[in-house]
């Protein structure tokens, strides 16, 4: 007989919250078995196999940890998750052997597969920066998605040999070369209107190649979400990126 997992949705009540719950309930192999918003007790969970966090950057740890803490394996969506918390993260899980956690920067496969084709271009090119843009209610910047890049590319660009990306800028007080991630110039675009998107602008002398991603809706992001939850109990530890999940890292 098939079997259903038991999923709790923290951060509920939130755009991508309420998304992430109608996709769980139209599921046939999922079970919603708890809905939490801020300042809810998280309690058991509702005994749910698998968490969702889609909460805030300041929250996110303290509810990872709690469900860790009790056995439930964790897709994370929420950004803001640095060097120290994940390698505080890695020390938790030591003592939880058997839970996974899931780490997404992003969970649409479009801008799962921009970010590996970045990386594979990476090398090839003297020049590149990124450029985000999302919507004016986003709390932080740069995007996870933007920040997640930005290292795989440093990465493959470190491989290759390469130096540092030009810029003769000397000049700058307000910031307008936008922040560095890994060395990679990063510029971050807040607008009304606009959901997710994001350009990898890559060039050489003669050309430049453009890599972007466009989520013009939410559920654009919940194939992946899906794919998270059925696949991070088979994961234990911590795993960052989706990409692990599909065969594509």
């Known amino acids: 007989m098939a079997t259903t997992t038991r999923v709790a949705v ?13 996709a769980v309930e ?5 079970e919603l078995v708890g809905r939490y918003g801020r300042g809810d007790d998280l309690g058991d969970l509702g005994g749910a196999q698998v968490a969702v966090d889609l909460t805030v950057p300041d929250s996110s740890p303290e509810v990872v940890a709690h469900c860790v803490d009790r056995g439930v394996s964790v897709v994370v969506g929420t950004t803001g998750w640095d060097d120290a918390r994940l390698d505080d993260l890695r020390a938790r899980l030591a003592d939880h052997p058997d839970v996974g956690v899931l780490i997404a920067p992003n969970f649409a496969i479009g801008a799962i597969l921009m970010m590996r084709f970045a ?19 986003k709390v932080d910047a740069p995007s996870g998605t933007a920040a997640r890049t930005a290292r795989l590319v440093g990465e493959a660009r470190r491989e290759a040999g390469l130096a540092d990306v030009p810029d003769a800028t000397a ?3 307000d910031g307008a070369r936008g922040a560095r991630v890994d060395g990679i ?9 606009l959901v997710a998107h994001q350009e990898v602008l890559l060039g050489n002398p003669g050309e430049m190649l453009t890599i972007r991603h466009d989520s013009f809706d939410r559920e654009s992001f919940m194939p992946g979400v899906l794919a998270g939850i059925r696949g991070v109990a088979d994961h234990p530890g911590l795993t960052v990126g989706l990409e692990h999940y599909l065969g594509l890292a």
């Open 26 to 30: 139209a599921a046939e192999d999922l």
């Open 10 to 22: 923290i951060g509920a009540n939130g755009r991508m919250g309420s998304q992430a719950c109608q």
């Open 185 to 193: 110039p990063v510029h971050s675009v807040r607008l009304r209107g």
């Open 119 to 137: 990386a594979q271009a990476a090398r090839f090119y003297e020049s590149v920066e990124i450029v985000e843009l999302h919507h004016p209610a």
């Open 171 to 173: 000049h700058d007080p």
